[in-house]
């Protein structure tokens, strides 16, 4: 397993909203990162959400303005999947929530990078042991499930599945911390740790409703 040092180059398998919030935030904190598709109009707009999000950023006087063009410049986004991630240190991937389409980047990864490189899901109802079924190396898998705003929000859940090492847990905690999240490992179990206390919520507001 790589260590923390090793870490430089980011792929982000998906450009939509999601993903394109998570590739910003590896290149806020430094990371050569490129996020990747199959289309050049999912691209496009996602050159367009990055560069919003900057600018909602400096607004906000969460990044100064001196720094914009560097973040900008350690974001790419490319068609170029066989390059990317087989020189990827770490993969994230954040399409729809779909099994299949999910176990075939999985294993389509896999087959493509190194066998130390981590490959995490942005899964919120699906189990990594699943997902990663197919693939090559699958203790080096694991959900890293983001709250949103991805690019703001600090929590990150981190699901690992029967075939996760902890070495690999580990690293993935200490990436995260690097981009100044703050990562909490929970069971395999549909929903995680974010979907229960939202569907309690919502038990919670249906019964007051009901019983006012």
């Not at 720094?67 to 490319?78: E, G, Q, R, Y």
Request: with cysteine; hydrophobic share 40%.
């Amino acid at each position: 397993m790589k260590n923390i040092d090793q870490v430089q180059r980011v792929a982000i398998v998906g450009s939509g909203i999601m993903g394109t919030l998570i590739a910003l935030a590896f290149a806020r904190a430094g990371y050569q990162t490129a996020a990747v598709d199959t289309g050049e109009e999912n691209l496009a707009r996602a050159r367009k959400t990055a560069a919003a999000a900057c600018r909602e950023l400096v607004n906000a006087g969460l990044l100064e303005e001196s720094k914009l063009d560097a973040v900008l410049k350690n974001l790419s986004f490319t068609l170029d999947w066989d390059e990317t991630i087989a020189k990827a240190d770490f993969i994230v991937e954040a399409v729809p929530e779909v099994l299949k389409i999910k176990q075939e980047i999985f294993e389509r990864c896999g087959n493509l990078c190194s066998p130390e490189t981590i490959i995490t899901s942005t899964a919120s109802s699906l189990g990594i042991s699943e997902i990663a079924a197919r693939m090559k190396h699958p203790e080096r898998a694991l959900v890293t499930h983001c709250f949103i705003p991805p690019h703001l929000m600090p929590i990150v859940e981190i699901v690992p599945g029967k075939y996760t090492s902890d070495e690999a847990v580990r690293l993935t905690q200490e990436v995260l911390r690097s981009i100044g999240k703050k990562p909490i490992v929970c069971k395999e179990s549909p929903g995680f740790i974010h979907n229960y206390i939202q569907t309690a919520s919502k038990r919670t507001v249906m019964t007051v409703c009901t019983s006012a």
